[in-house]
């Protein structure tokens, strides 16, 4: 079936640690988000891309890094400057500018 | 600067009565998209309803509507004849078409719905 697949579905993360958030797409679409969700909360864009290898910040990047080497994958880096990274971060991707958003089932990432 | 404002944080309703949860929206630009998204205690996604700048008429879909007045910049979301099974959280969101390469989609922070039987 095509859909997106985030790993893992869990994940802590140790003091001064950096850990990465896979978001593997089978889609074919060009652009790719990610987002986090903080418990209540809505969803604020990270980063978000349309093409490989071209990225943008959203409105918190800071703290996280992305990379873009090919079209079905987008990986989310939380780095050790984010200091409160604990939150639920979402995948999506999207075909073009009206069509809906696809997300993944989502990652959900603790301090140990 | 693009922004979303869902003011309504929580919403009761009975079940079987119509709800409306209110959007309101601010872009400078002319061209944008506006979405509607669910969000069970599950925590997937669930898209509803899209509307574009310039469409004419009001997206419905289903049980679904979307309430778009465009001088008011408001996307309001209708959902008729309410289930047990749409409680959950609701966001609106918007998709600006910017200058990269990438539309820049944002989200409102939600409205929790619950039906009440």
């Known amino acids: 079936d095509g859909g997106i697949t985030q790993s893992p579905k869990y994940l802590f993360r140790k003091e001064g640690q950096n850990v990465t958030l896979s978001c593997e797409q089978n889609?074919?679409?060009?652009?790719m988000y990610w987002y986090r969700q903080d418990p209540g909360q809505g969803l604020r864009l990270i980063y978000y891309s349309q093409i490989v290898n071209d990225f943008q910040k959203g409105d918190i990047a800071e703290g996280y890094s992305v990379s873009r080497e090919k079209k079905e994958s987008f990986p989310l880096t939380v780095t050790s400057a984010q200091k409160n990274p604990t939150a639920f971060y979402l995948c999506?991707?999207?075909?073009?500018?009206?069509?809906?958003?696809?997300f993944g089932d989502g990652t959900r990432l603790s301090i140990l | 600067a693009q922004k979303i404002t869902q003011t309504q944080p929580g919403m009761f309703v009975q079940e079987k009565e119509a709800v409306t949860l209110d959007c309101t929206y601010d872009t400078s630009d002319p061209s944008y998209g506006l979405f509607w998204y669910k969000q069970p205690s599950s925590g997937e996604m669930i898209f509803l309803i899209y509307q574009g700048s310039y469409d004419q008429q009001n997206a419905t879909e289903g049980r679904y509507s979307l309430n778009f007045q465009k001088a008011r910049k408001s996307a309001n979301l209708v959902i008729s004849a309410s289930q047990l099974g749409d409680s959950a959280m609701y966001f609106c969101?918007?998709?600006?078409?910017?200058?990269?390469?990438?539309?820049?989609?944002?989200f409102g922070s939600g409205t929790r719905l619950s039906i009440r039987p």
């Open positions: 999506a991707a999207t075909r073009g500018s009206n069509q809906p958003q696809h």
């Open positions: 969101a918007m998709r600006e078409r910017g200058y990269s390469s990438a539309s820049k989609i944002i």
């Open positions: 889609l074919n679409h060009d652009a």
